[in-house]
Structures are given as C-alpha cells and as structure tokens.
C-alpha cells in the first residue's frame, strides 16, 4: 500500500472517529434531521414520491402568500441527501442513518488533502487537511442530518475536476466538472452561488473570453444540464415547470427563518472556527503583503471564499451552517501560510491542533449538557412507547417530523387554536377506525395558559396510557375513542 493511501486512510479514520462522538453530543435529532430522513424511508417506499402529501406526516413550512408553492410540495428541499438515505432504509441499515453525514464528512478531508495537494504540494495538503479535520463549524454538521456538509462534499469535487480539467487539460475531468457542479446544486440550492466563480476565475486568468472556445466546458454545460434531467421532469410535474422545484426554494428563503444582521458570521467567527479563522485572516494579510494573489491556485480560493461569503451575507437569513461551502478555502489557505512560516512551525502546528481540541471539546460539552435535558428524554421515551403502538395509529402533536421519524406512526398536528371538540370531530370524521393517541409534553412550545387547558382538557376526557415525570420534564399519552 502506497504511503499517501495509508496516509489517506489514517486521515479518514481520525476525522471520522471525531464525527462520530458529536454524534452523540445530542440524545435526538432536531426537526429539519428528521425531514431528511424521512423523506428517505418514504422514497424507500415509493422511489418517485417526493413529497409528505400522502405519506403521514408534516413539514408544514408558511407559503408566503403563495400557495402553489408551498406544502405538502417538497422542492424547496435539495433531493439528494434524501434519494442518498434511501438505499440505507431499502436495505435496512437504519442504524447508519445518523453517521451517514458523518461519513461524507470524513471523505471531504481526504478531499481537501487531494486538493491541496493538486493546488500546491504534498506539506500545504496534510497541513489544509489537518485543520479541515478539525474545524469545529464542519465537525458540528458533520454530525446532523443536514445537507452542508454533503453540498461542501461535491463542491470539492468540483473545485478538483476543475482544476484538474481546465488547468491541467483532463478532458475526462473537464466534463465531471459539469456532473459534480450538478449534484452539488441538487445537495443544496446555494450551488448556485458557487457557478459565478469559475466564470470570474476565467476572467481574471484569461483576461478574455477565449476559455469559451475549448469545447469541453460546452459538454461540460450539457453534462451539467443532463444530471439535472431527472430534477427538471419533478418540477414540470409538481409545478408545472421544469424549473418549479428552484423556484419554490428561493421563495420559501425568502420568507423563512428571520433577518440576522450582515455581520452574523464574524459575529460567531471563533465558534465556528476557533483559532484557525484567525490564522486564515493572517495568512490573508501575508498574501496581500506578499502579493501572492497573482498565482492562479491563490486567487481562484480568493474568489471561492470572496463570493461565496458575500452572496451569504447578502442573504437576509443566516445560520452558521450555510457558509460551509468556504470551509476548505479557510484550511488551505491556511495551510498554504503555516507552510511558508520558517520556524516553530511544527510548535505552531501542535499549538493550533491543542487550541482547537480544546475548542471543540468545550463546545461538546455545551451541547451535551443543553441536549440532555430532562424534558428531551421524556420526549423520546414517550416516542418509544408509541413505536410500539398499533400500525393502524394517528397521533396528535406539535412535532410531526420528529415523532415521524421515532415511531413511523401516523401524524398530525394539534388543533389551532386548540379546541378538544375540534380533536374529538377530527376523530369522528377521519380516524374513527384508528387508534388515536395525543404526545403532550413540555416540549410543547405555547402560552402557559393555552399549555395548562390542553393537559386539563386531556386529563379530565381521555385516557393516559403513558407518563413520564422527572425533575424538570414531563410528557403523557392519551388514548381518545371516537
């Protein structure tokens, strides 16, 4: 076995182990996890139905006014981590659900080594993918059922086919170039803010529009193009228009999830970074000072980070998670800079891994001790004791997706405003042949006076076949007849 495998494969191990036990940092998973997962056991089901409009539960988002685009339609979601989980649910490997995200996080070091290394030399690709390793933004996600890391997976790729082909002149590259641009705008939407970089990156390298005459980049578009083929027939489908699904997905952005302030980002910068985003804004400020933005490999990271991180600023809602997509340009340019410092570097090296370690083990602790409450183990052995209810079950909560994902029982939401008649004649005209069963907990977020008539309403005209009371968490079953 080569050295640079075995390296490769020591590299995947150490990152993947490091996933793995944030994990575990929390007892369950959060609502947009369990969307994920159970569009997967659905299309494991039925491979063409992309949608919760016939599947027993809900991932009621507002329409925004315009309710062609809204639910029960499910293409405002990227399809590929879904489609990705499905084959896991086919062949019941359910248990690697939860590491899937954590596996492809393990991969894209691999990644990032191969990209440094294509970018510069065989030191700057372990010192990018050391640090890779151990960001703690790319850690975190690694560990969710979401779709940052999975789209920063296939950017990767893209950035090496592209390298690959149109710096080095691999005309095999030069069309995957095309096929990984595709998945990664299937994995997450923001592909999109990804293409504008390799355009800018020809102008600036070519200073002409001569790039447009290699024939390649054309069947790279058409390559591009084709992936995608399978995407477009959805949307004329669901939508009526081939690019439908997009469409729904740039109009929920716009009206979901809250305005965060332009400078979000620097705001949590050591959370998501710790030391190394500081070492990146000093091995900036070398490049400047050195004038090292003329080498290509250095300017198309700098675009890379530049435009990416400004379309996300730009964007009114912000979470940390949508910048991952500039994670590898942070650990190789600052790999790039620990490889041009010419002592103490392996000091330095040792000092950041420490800082970092330290880092992240605070935050999992954090994590651990905000996700293991009282109230979350209440909630998920109630989940527990309705998994084992009757197939021919409906029940009632305010967490659809996640009982969904728990107990593949039948769900929907409680009445709002809440109103015990309106439960009992929901249960009269659709569900008087199935068992009912009301999840009422602390989990539930309402006033406490709506909160308070809710359990009494429930004590005094059901049945409670499950409690579980600790010191500062609670949840109950009731069984309701029709």
Known sequence: MKRETKLLILLFIIAFIIRSIFVFSTPMQIWDETVYANLGYDLSNNLLDYSVANNGWSDFIPSGGDNFYAWPKMGFRAPLLPYL????????????????IAIIGA???????????????????????????????HII?????????????????????FWKGYEENNKKHKVLFGIFLALALLSRYTALWIMPIFLLYFLARDKSLKFLKDKYLWYSI?????????????????????????????????????????????DYWWQMFSIIGFIFAIALIYILYKKEFFKREIYLLLIWFAFFLGMAIYMPHKEDRFILAIVPTIALISGYF???????KKLILIGIILITLFSLSSQFYATYNNSYTDTNKCFLEGNKFLENA??????????????????????????????YETLKNWIKSSYSDKEVYVLFGDYIIKPEEEYNQIKEDLESNSEKVFECSKESGYSAIYKISA
């Open 338 to 344: 620990i490889d041009k410092i010419k002592k103490y």
């Open 107 to 137: 991969f894209s070091v691999c990644l990032v080594y191969l990209l440094g290394k294509k970018l510069f030399n065989e030191k700057v690709a372990l010192y990018s993918a050391i640090l890779f390793l151990l960001i703690p933004l």
């Open 390 to 419: 009757g197939e021919n079950s409906v029940i009632i909560t305010d967490e659809s997706s996640v009982v969904y994902y728990y107990t593949k029982k039948e769900t929907r939401f409680y009445p709002n405003p809440w109103s």
């Open 222 to 266: 058409l390559a591009f193009f084709g992936t995608l083929i399978p995407w477009f027939i959805y949307g004329i489908f669901e939508y009526n228009n081939p690019i439908g699904a997009f469409i729904h997905g740039a109009k929920a952005s716009a009206y979901w999830g809250g305005l965060q302030s332009w400078h979000f980002f620097f």
């Open 85 to 100: 989980l499905m084959p896991l649910y086919l062949f019941h490997l359910n248990f690697l659900v939860i590491f899937f």
């Open 141 to 161: 996600y690694s560990a969710k059922i979401l779709t940052g890391v999975l789209f920063t997976f296939f950017v990767l790729l893209t950035f090496f086919s």
